[in-house]
């Protein structure tokens, strides 16, 4: 790979011994000759590595195995199933027990689950890595970010992040954004001898630095190594789950403690039973499921998407784009691919069309690092070996100045400088050549124009450079379209999610490509330059209109704040580092894997297979957690509000409590247990709603009361009804009948809309209590027997009238308090 001579501030940096380029891409004739930088010794390295000055931030993917046992085995919930479940191990027959094993497998099952998306994202995270490239015994080469060491020479160019902390070296038009750490919005220019710190990154220009500070003691590494890890947590699923639990909590302690107090020490029965009793109340207050199957669907959720090569950075951005109303995406690279090609070339004035494309091969030649547009113009007119134009000034692609630029000295003692980027930019207003480019525009092309600097050239970024330049020609670039655009963009204008597209593009010929995937409002574009800057004006036009061309990377970021003022959840997608302020300040930042480091290292979703049809498929898994996790938790919070409900009613009559814990298991296992593992993975479609919490009482309390009035009043009846030996399993018989076909109601109602499979679940859960009612030996061993007739038939009519109330009191629910 031939290497280009380098020149900064300081004069030239060129390979000794090495032929001088001769597209040389710096200011002004070198003054001295220096040695090209050779970076560190494979020796030094080794040294470096063994003194432990080494990059060792782990890499952000997922939790460690340690950290993953811990939160699935030391919670509060297990803490206090746990010391109950030692007790009745000793007072207790194990049919009393098997609350505990079913904790232990819970446990289990969400260890594995977590441990295979660990699996999954650490695979994931490796394909996705920025790897910097580091030059070392004067070889540019590629290495893991982990594996830099102090002293290193990084290379940089536009949309690399700088990785660890730095002095520059070497400057070409190196142009640093470091508005993720400093807030400060315009680009810093850097010189040798400046110093960079890693988390910002390079928006122009290129160059190299050496690495002052690695590891932990980076600058963003300090900010950000604790925010950067996986995690479950900060998703109103979770702080909601939380939330609840709280409560939760408050109610256990003081009904538990009036509970144990009444059946150990007011009652006369025998002390073994009276234990039993205690902890077959106390367990079913816990809802100790609902954390587990949260966390086993959103770990399901990364390996289901993980298959299709999507990287999710941070678990709650499943969550996070199942709520997101407005979806902005970036036309290049999103919409479209990222490559181009340049279809024709078109004279303007008395230039020549060989002329022009010795122009266009000199400036494809004078950038090491070109952009997509300048790469199809090098692909099509090849700088020609020998040409002695040679380049006395660079001025690399900016999105903020929308043009990049170089000027030469000609082989014939002549000089000239040219500017390439957008014609609306570089040309007056009513120049006559835009009536032609508009025309081009019309028909989704992208068009750039060749202009010559008029006089004598001081620095190509002045900011009135393009004053009175010379159009010379318009190269007009195709975009190849997305094969899956379209109907990605259909999908989400059927899930009411708006889309709209931002650009740095000429408006016009962003129109005319969204015109062409069938974007509604694609015939009303804005160019962004006439938009206000004030943000409730703003925010009006970013919901009246659907594309906008012309946009800066701080009008994207403002977009955003823009639509987020007016109560929109916003996504922001895109791969150029124009976006990256954009997709930081966003809810939701995704990013192609092709796309630029800085671009890929603040987005929570990364594309890896560069496919913006996966996105649909994040929106059908985060709904599935939302929607699937509101159903569980109604139903374990149904279970818990009856749990104390009934607490506080033995408390107050003074009688047995109704239930032993192998009751408690059996109708935990039927009714929550196993039809909430399927309902919380099945799949569900129901666009994501905010307030979880309300949401989840609204039904779980007139539930859960209904529930615990049903069974109550059974208990009473049978206590009545019953006397003599046997009487207090009879009656608990019948209260578990009432208790059983109440909340089965209820699971019925969860279920909805019914499917096939919804219905065989609850069917299934209702023959399997049938049977353990008609089977003798499963009749002992959960010390249920229905005794005679009348009171079973008896449990079986209230129960029929808690089912109606129930349907009377959700539908109730749903007109009084409408999510």
Same mark, same amino acid.
């Not at 499921?289 to 998407?305: D, E, K, P």
């Not at 996504?571 to 976006?579: I, K, P, Y």
């Given at each position: ?627 699937? +996790?509101? $159903?569980?938790? *109604? ?5 818990? !509000?009856?749990?104390?409900? #009934?607490?506080? /009613? &033995? %408390? ?97 109602? +969860?279920? $909805?809309?019914? *499917? ?5 679940? !609850?069917?299934?859960?209702? #023959?399997?209590? /049938? &049977? %353990? ?47």
């Amino acid at each position: 790979m031939t290497q280009r001579a380098r020149i900064n501030k300081d004069g030239p940096l060129i390979d000794a011994g090495a032929e001088l380029d001769p597209v040389h891409p710096r200011n002004l004739p070198p003054p001295a000759v220096a040695v090209r930088a050779t970076g560190l010794t494979t020796a030094e390295v080794a040294e470096r590595v063994a003194r432990g000055e080494v990059n060792d931030i782990p890499v952000r993917s997922s939790r460690t195995l340690n950290e993953i046992i811990r939160a699935n085995v030391l919670t509060r919930f297990n803490a206090i199933i746990g010391v109950l479940w030692l007790i009745m191990l000793f007072v207790a027959p194990i049919q009393d027990s098997l609350f505990g094993f079913v904790i232990i497998a819970n446990t289990g099952i969400g260890i594995i689950q977590e441990l295979r998306a660990k699996k999954t994202l650490d695979s994931l995270a490796v394909i996705g890595e920025a790897k910097p490239t580091v030059r070392r015994d004067g070889t540019a080469s590629e290495v893991s970010t982990s594996e830099i060491v102090l002293g290193d020479l990084v290379e940089l160019g536009p949309g690399d992040k700088v990785v660890v902390d730095g002095e520059v070296a070497e400057a070409e038009s190196l142009e640093i954004d470091e508005s993720l750490l400093t807030g400060e919005a315009d680009p810093v220019v850097k010189q040798r001898g400046d110093t960079v710190m890693s988390g910002s990154f390079v928006v122009a220009g290129g160059g190299a630095f050496t690495a002052t500070k690695v590891g932990r003691e980076a600058y963003a590494a300090q900010l950000a190594e604790e925010a950067s890890r996986f995690t479950l947590v900060h998703s109103e699923l979770r702080t909601g789950i939380s939330t609840i639990l709280k409560y939760v909590t408050w109610m256990m302690v003081p009904t538990a403690i009036g509970l144990i107090l009444s059946q150990l020490f007011t009652k006369d029965n025998d002390f073994k039973d009276s234990v039993a009793r205690t902890v077959g109340g106390i367990v079913p207050m816990v809802p100790e499921g609902l954390v587990l199957l949260t966390s086993v669907a959103f770990a399901i959720g990364v390996i289901r998407l993980g298959r299709k090569e999507c990287l999710v950075q941070e678990l709650p951005a499943i969550e996070g784009l199942a709520r997101v109303d407005v979806v902005c995406l970036d036309k290049t690279g999103t919409l479209t691919e990222g490559g181009m090609d340049v279809t024709e070339l078109r004279p303007l004035g008395d230039t020549g069309t060989a002329y022009t494309e010795k122009v266009l091969g000199a400036l494809g030649k004078s950038d090491p690092r070109p952009n997509a547009s300048l790469q199809a113009i090098i692909d099509a007119y090849p700088n020609p070996d020998g040409e002695e134009w040679r380049c006395t000034q660079s001025l690399p692609f900016s999105s903020a100045r929308k043009y990049s630029g170089a000027a030469f000295s000609h082989g014939d003692g002549e000089t000239s400088a040219w500017l390439l980027g957008a014609p609306d930019v570089l040309l007056p207003t009513r120049d006559p050549a835009l009536h032609e480019i508009d025309q081009l525009n019309e028909q989704g092309l992208r068009v750039l124009l060749l202009a010559r600097v008029a006089g004598a050239v001081d620095a190509l970024d002045a900011p009135d450079v393009a004053a009175g330049a010379e159009p010379a020609a318009l190269v007009v670039l195709e975009q190849r379209l997305r094969p899956e655009a379209s109907a990605t963009l259909t999908y989400f204008a059927e899930q009411d999610v708006a889309a709209k597209v931002i650009s740095g593009d000429n408006a016009v010929s962003v129109g005319a490509v969204a015109a062409k995937l069938g974007l509604p409002g694609a015939d009303k574009t804005i160019d962004a330059r006439e938009l206000p800057a004030e943000q409730a004006q703003m925010g009006v036009s970013m919901d009246t209109h659907s594309v906008f061309g012309r946009v800066s990377p701080q009008q994207k970021r403002d977009m955003v704040g823009a639509l987020q003022s007016r109560g929109h959840t916003v996504a922001m997608t895109g791969d150029g580092v124009n976006d990256v302020l954009a997709l930081k300040d966003a809810d939701i930042g995704v990013s192609m894997g092709s796309g630029s480091e800085a671009t890929r290292a603040v987005a929570q979703i990364v594309l890896l297979n560069n496919s913006f049809a996966t996105l649909p498929s994040v929106v059908a898994e985060g709904r599935r957690v939302i929607g699937n +996790i509101t $159903r569980v938790a *109604t139903l374990f919070l149904t279970k818990t !509000v009856y749990s104390v409900l #009934l607490a506080i /009613l &033995v %408390v107050c009559s003074q009688v047995e409590y109704p239930f032993l814990p192998r009751h408690v298991t059996l109708l935990s296992t039927l009714t929550i247990g196993v039809p909430a593992f399927f309902l919380a993975l099945a799949p569900n479609k129901e666009r994501a709603r905010p307030h979880f919490v309300r949401r989840v009482m609204r039904y779980s309390i007139p539930g859960g009361v209904i529930a615990a009035a049903v069974t109550f009043s059974t208990y009473l009846l049978a206590r009545s009804h019953y006397s003599g030996e046997g009487a207090l399993q009879a009656e608990t018989s019948a209260a578990t009948l009432a208790l059983f076909l109440v909340t089965m109601w209820v699971l019925a109602i +969860i279920a $909805r809309p019914y *499917t096939w499979w919804r219905v065989g679940l !609850v069917a299934t859960m209702g #023959l399997g209590f /049938l &049977v %353990v009612l008609v089977v003798p030996w499963l009749q002992n061993f959960f010390a249920l027997r229905l005794v005679g007739t009348t009171m079973p038939w008896a449990a079986v009519g209230i129960a029929v009238v808690g089912a109606g109330l129930l349907e009377g009191a959700w539908r109730w629910v749903d007109r009084r308090f409408p999510a």
